[in-house]
């Protein structure tokens, strides 16, 4: 049974040719740019790579992670006469995934691929459909737009631009005044990420056609590159030592002064995922004059919670903090152990201390964007409803 | 003399080094990733770009284009003992440039730089800054917001997007209508072209702050992507077949829907460079009773312009045209000869035929994205104004 498996998986990945010709049921990946063929994503989500790269010795395929729903790679493209290059990968986890191409070691987006800014750089990214849930698609609904608003920063010295989703009808009702969500990123990607690779802005669209969530502007900035001026530029974990200080004294004023917002704590929520979980959870916390929902996608949980002192004492009286803080929300993917274990173990010393913290699983997702658009998922809809 | 010249451009190509290292005047190049230190620019306009790529056995860099503002290329890079690659072009023509790197034949992106889509692909470029002009910078003036509308499209059937610029306090004074710019990238770009790579929306928040146009809103739309329904995806040059139809049946109603537009034919405009200049010509001069503003940037002009029959019979009654259609702007570079010459020809001819069509030259630029901001910069101040 073993070796049949073994050559199951050999199969998969040397007759990827025959497969993409011979009429199969492969489709064009939708992350492909407009007319390519490859990638293909096949009816078991197999998922053939394709590139040309005649004078090339080696090319690979790189998933960006350790398992980020690709599988295990570098997976090892085979040549062909014409120095076309082809590799079938075993089934993928629905979802986005970052990947590039590795020839001759030298990373390279993939050609066919849009690119998404992920790892710090310019990434290609594969979606692969999700036969079991379309809550992120672009569907027959009203659509809320995105808006790029560009502000100077008195922190950082600098111009620097949000991307602000705007719920449909905001330009209709010149009276209405809605709440606001900041939405936060991980490390090496930027303010594109929510609307790029996480598709917040239909998961919004989506949940409110379905009368699912508050409407809502989100605004959604750059947690890795808010530096003071004089940071050096190599500091690269200096890159968000002031993003606190521009949230608070330079985005929070500009957007209830640019957006009809209703610019009070009780209508205003911050979540990010991983590294922006972190700064949710940190600028949440440490402003609950501001921020009444606080949510932590992927976060690492801090260990051995202690009521009294951490994060600076602000649940050193829970009963207080239930009635000033909303909702606290802990989520993640079952597949991200670390994760996963330390949120949840988070969650449970906060629900002993007495405070509504909330803890939710994804199934089978790990640390990759398919958690946490099904995070905002669950979140989007707790927010502004107390 | 000569060999002093040559020793000097030897010197240029192989001391990058030197110059890098030795704290020379260079500066990274705006268009860079944060924090990557190359490509950098000198002071005299030479670039030098470096690549990590210890396993590679041949790098170069390649000028999107014949002549792009890069000069000619491909520029070998040469590997040091770590396996970085390096090399420093001759000075470079302000503006931005589309470029990539070759790796053992595989055209790659320089991992270093922001992509643009260009080259009908995810393209790196370079930004190199000119000193005697600056009027698409980032300036410290009110800036409009751009903003991404998804809309059905019924001649498609599919869902589309256009980027949208609403000139500064749109959402402030709820009663004023705006007229509109329509706007036209070229082939192989996307609805991204003019604000990622051409800077539309800070030439025009400039040219407002000084007064020199009139507030207008501008739709940008993908010219390269509007195949109706069962066009073969391998069809390029089809894919832009049904634009016409886009913009006339399902763009402007949504526009003129969902923005605060004057809807009518005195203000609306149209205009786009090379495949998008060919395109706005095509759409304006058939749909007069739509349009009375149009621009031509980089356009191919016809031969042998008959004003009785070409375009339709358009011009068989030149006073009636210059009655009709308000301006009819023709611009290049003089450093693109064969757009350039083609449409001061056409322009002559038509001039000659009594119709007050302009013609304007860029001095220096070539089929590049300079040539264009600088005729937007021209153009947009002529509109709106009669």
């Known amino acids: 049974m073993k070796r049949l498996l073994m050559l199951l998986a050999l199969s998969a990945g040397t007759c990827s040719l025959c497969w993409a010709q011979a009429g199969d049921d492969s489709r064009p990946a939708p992350s492909n740019l407009p007319g390519a063929e490859f990638p293909r994503i096949h009816s078991d989500l197999r998922i053939t790579f394709r590139a040309s790269a005649p004078g090339a010795q080696s090319v690979q395929v790189i998933p960006g992670g350790n398992d980020n729903g690709l599988g295990k790679g570098p997976y090892e493209m085979v040549r062909d006469e014409k120095g076309v290059w082809t590799v079938t990968t075993p089934p993928a986890i629905p979802g986005f995934h970052y990947y590039w191409l590795r020839v001759d070691g030298f990373a390279s987006n993939d050609p066919s691929s849009r690119t998404f800014f992920g790892w710090s750089k310019e990434c290609s990214g594969i979606e692969v459909p999700d036969k079991t849930q379309d809550f992120y698609d672009v569907k027959d609904v009203p659509h809320g737009e995105l808006r790029v608003r560009w ?14 989703y705007t719920p449909p009808n905001y330009d209709r009702g010149s009276d209405t005044r809605y709440p606001v969500l900041y939405l936060q990123h991980g490390m ?14 239909f998961i919004l669209d989506n949940l409110l056609a379905d009368k699912k969530a508050q409407p809502m502007v989100i605004v959604m900035e750059n947690g890795m590159n808010a530096a003071k001026p004089g940071t050096p530029p190599t500091a690269t974990h200096r890159q968000n030592e002031a993003f606190e200080e521009v949230v608070v004294n330079d985005l929070i004023p500009m957007i209830d002064a640019a957006y009809r917002t209703i610019p009070d704590k009780e209508h205003r929520a911050i979540a990010g995922l991983s590294m922006g979980a972190g700064q949710a ?3 949440g916390l440490s402003h609950t004059d501001r921020f009444s929902y606080i949510g932590s996608f992927s976060g690492i949980g801090i260990r051995n919670f202690d009521p009294k002192t951490s994060y600076g004492g602000v649940f050193s009286d829970p009963a207080a903090f239930n009635r000033n803080v909303r909702v606290l929300w802990f989520g993640a993917g079952t597949a991200e152990a670390s994760w996963a274990t330390s949120g949840k173990v988070l969650v449970e010393a906060m629900n002993k201390a ?3 913290a909330v803890w939710f699983e994804v199934p089978g997702t790990s640390h990759e964007w398919q958690t946490w658009r099904v995070c905002l998922h669950n979140f989007a809809p707790r927010l502004f409803r107390k």
């Open 281 to 283: 959870v940190q600028i």
């Open 188 to 201: 090496g990607e930027s303010e594109r990420g929510w609307t790029e690779q996480g598709r917040a802005n």
């Open 354 to 356: 007495g405070i509504e």
């Open 151 to 164: 502000y100077y920063s008195r922190v950082t010295a600098s111009w620097r631009r949000a991307i602000v």
